[in-house]
């Protein structure tokens, strides 16, 4: 199957996923700049919704363009090992720090295929680590560690020798391509949709029960 055929068959089921069931912002105590934002809040200064930019350099400069993820508000400098670029055919660009949030967002935004989709590659050199084009990338999938935004690790690799090395450092972990990453993404969507609005709404409580004058 060809990988645009692959995704328009992935993708068309979720793309129905309603944006309510998208992670909901965590009130914490951080500065407006900080905190997550959600899809329902893409709207500019005018109120227009949030659209897609045409960026004909997106890999320059991926983390200054698109600092935070869309889906779930995550600083996507702080998961530059998880994060993801997809460029889609008319050359708008959307920056996230997970292909759990890429899955996202080749759900609902069906009207242009992707042309190409970009990883940070876990088994480089440094923190900050640099984009691979996913085609030519091994992923790991391991439900040993956790996952950006998963409850199941999914990084990947643009050496395979080093994805193999990881894979077999720990017990029950396995190779992947993307198609099969990204299909293993949106099964298991609903569970870390569930985790994630769980640890999130934990999170508004104890910040509620901290805060000065509250019961």
């Given amino acids: 199957m060809k990988r645009r055929d ?17 992670p909901a912002r965590a009130e914490m105590a951080m500065t407006p700049a900080e905190k997550p934002v959600s ?22 400069d991926d983390l200054g363009k698109y600092p ?27 920056g996230t720090c997970s292909i759990h949030c890429a899955a996202i967002s080749l759900a609902l935004n069906m009207d242009a295929g992707p042309k190409a989709i970009y990883a940070g590659d876990a088994g480089a050199e440094g923190d900050l680590k640099p984009l691979a084009d996913t085609a030519a990338m091994t992923y790991v999938i391991d ?43 949106y099964v298991e969507m609903a569970k870390d949709t569930s985790m994630i609005r769980k640890r999130r709404g934990e999170k508004r409580h104890e910040m509620g029960m901290k805060m000065p004058g509250s019961n």
């Fill in 68 to 94: 935070r993820c869309p889906y779930c508000g995550m600083m996507r400098g702080m998961y530059s090992a998880s994060r993801h670029l997809i460029v889609y055919e008319n050359d708008t660009v959307d």
């Fill in 39 to 60: 899809p329902m809040q893409w709207t500019d200064e005018n109120g227009l919704t949030r659209f897609l930019k045409v960026d004909t350099d997106p890999l320059t």
């Fill in 6 to 22: 692959f995704l328009a068959a992935t993708t068309t089921a979720a793309a129905l996923m309603p944006l309510a069931a998208l």
């Fill in 143 to 185: 439900p040993a560690k956790p996952g950006t935004m998963s409850a199941v690790s999914k990084r990947a690799y643009a050496d395979r020798a080093k994805a193999e090395a990881a894979a077999a450092a720990s017990a029950g972990a396995s190779l992947a391509d993307f198609d099969a990453a990204l299909m293993a993404a």
